[in-house]
């Protein structure tokens, strides 16, 4: 009589987990190398090397931060509509590559947007942060020059960008500042700039009018100077 036919995937598949696009991919015993305790520990096995189809570029699971995934084996370039825009664009197999085995992104991260409003998103993400990352240094050090002065600079530029930001707090601490005798010009400039971006013209043709009268022997604020004379001539002009 004939052995019974093994019911279920023959032997050799067992140990596979079908992709649709890596083929049948090898699952490690616990002794082939998922042991429990070892680092790190492969579910697939990393040194599976599918073929090619045109145009991928070959993976190194290796390389890339995965739990449960299977690890891409090769990219391909993928089709996407972008968030913001809803335009089509292509998350490149070299881009794919670079995020999850260069720049460290787990498997899970996808570009949602095209290259374009990726960056813009990226600036408007970093003038938010700017003001929050000053504000936190300046709470600690309400009277260092420095963190006065970035708290200024990234309370304009939130303004500039949102048409909002703390720029009364940012006067305040500019203030306080001169007031603690760190004689600083640079804070004048500032509170130029906070002054313009309030929409408070003749306040800010004011400070950047002493700005300039007492940062005139300085060379160091030489771009400063020149900065503040054209936003002054530039404010006569339109608020006259
Ligand atoms: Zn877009």
Redesign the pocket.
């Known amino acids: 009589m004939a052995a019974p036919r093994p019911s279920g995937p023959p032997r050799d598949l067992r140990r596979s987990v079908r992709h649709p696009l890596f083929g049948h991919v090898p699952v490690l015993s616990a002794a082939d190398g998922g042991a429990p305790g070892a680092v790190p520990t492969y579910r697939f096995d990393p040194d599976y090397r599918p073929p090619l189809p045109a145009g991928a570029v070959r993976g190194d699971p290796r390389r890339q931060i995965f739990c449960c995934d299977v690890p891409r084996y090769f990219y391909v370039d993928l089709d996407r509509t972008?968030?913001?825009?809803?335009?089509r664009?292509v998350f490149s197999a070299r881009e794919q590559k670079l995020w999850y085995e260069t720049l460290g992104f787990r498997l899970d991260a996808t570009a949602v947007?095209?290259?374009?409003?990726?960056r813009?998103f990226r600036a408007t993400r970093g003038v938010v942060r700017a003001v929050s990352d000053a504000s936190r240094a300046l709470a600690d050090s309400p009277h260092h020059p420095p963190a006065v002065l970035a708290y200024a600079r990234a309370a304009v530029a939130h303004q500039e960008r949102f048409g909002h930001a703390p720029l009364d707090a940012a006067l305040a601490a500019l203030r306080a500042l001169a007031r603690s005798g760190a004689g600083l010009l640079e804070a004048l400039y500032w509170e130029g700039r906070c002054h313009e971006a309030a929409g408070r013209a003749r306040r800010a043709i004011a400070s950047y009018g002493r700005f300039a009268a007492e940062a005139a022997s300085s060379r160091r604020l030489a771009v400063l100077r020149r900065d503040a004379a054209r936003r002054r001539t530039l404010l006569e002009e339109t608020s006259a």
């Not at 972008?82 to 335009?87: A, F, I, K, Y």
């Not at 947007?113 to 990726?118: A, H, I, V």
Request: charged share 45%; glycine share 8%.
């Open positions: 972008c968030r913001d825009c809803g335009e664009f947007r095209c290259l374009p409003c990726r813009r």
